[in-house]
């Protein structure tokens, strides 16, 4: 039986996407090869990956607006990097909204001074910090949209003449934004876009080019805009899987009718969270995640009770992440109402047990 897959990631796809997949790992569109033995410079595969490049910047508002849109490899945790090698020549601002805004400062300190803009660190990272002031001189600014472990999201971004740099790993194409006010972003594929193996990466027209180092070419921006995205070998499978969920996307309406999806998950899960006495939030409410939701029973010996509760429904991956505890509902895209409506059924089922 199928299971209500609530993992932080890599996590849910949609189950068509899933199919068509399967069905190009035995053969692509009646070549007589499967996908992933097919090369990576045949006609087949330059189309797919041009196709994926072409979606991403659709869906984000983005096509003929002067960015690139490329799929590459390592995950954020490349990017981390990658964007400081090609970015900070000498002070760089990071907003410090958890683990991966840490990893991503510890990176960017290998080439030049970085500085803490704002942080939450001091309760756990269980609220976005707002109103700081962003210093001049920066070379760029960094941000992470969505914090996966701690639950917390940015809802607005503040106004900045900074270079604004974003992960959007775990919340890209879940949203409408004005995506043009970033002039990179980068997102692993493994949340809402396909499996693990591919990051996409944005970058606006005009911001490479202005350090004084010599970059590495596997980590030089320019060298794969330069290859359209194909300087090596490149993962054919996350690209393809992307480009179907991308392409799923797109025929139900695009990110404004997944918005209104998300909207509707989340509501239905935080309002279960507030009302049932034996939950309770660990986000601030301003500032939870759509993505996802993270919360603690209030009464630790039913915990037994509600895991296995949890087990019978076919509930899956609702753990927390070790540095928070409790429960973690990821709602990603391909996250289905219906299944967090089951999470919310046995969430008030406890309560009327207890």
Known sequence: M???????????????????????VVELDGSGLSLIEISHRSSAFVEIMEKARSLALEHLGLSDKGYTALFLQGGASQQFLNVAYNLLEDKAGYVNTGTWSLKAIKEAKIFGEIVEVASSQESNFNYIPKGYTIPQGLDYLHLTSNN????????????????????????????QLDFSQFDLIY???????????TTLVVIKDGVLGKVSRKIPSMLDYQVHIGKDSMFNTPPVFPVYVSMLTMQWLKDIGGISAIEEINDKKASLIYSEIDLNPLFSGFAA?????NMNATFNLTDATLKETFDQMCKEANINGINGHRSVGGYRASMYNAMTLESVGVLVDVMSELERKA
């Open 2 to 24: 199928k299971k209500h897959n609530f993992s932080a990631g890599p996590c849910i796809l949609p189950q068509e996407v899933m199919q068509k997949a399967a069905e190009a």
């Open 148 to 175: 996966t472990i701690f639950g917390t999201q940015i809802k607005e971004f503040q106004k900045t003449d900074s270079t604004l740099v974003c992960d959007m790993s775990s919340d890209i194409f879940s949203r």
């Open 187 to 197: 997102a692993g594929a493994q949340k809402n876009m396909g499996p693990a193996g």
């Open 285 to 289: 409410k301003e500032d939870r995640s």
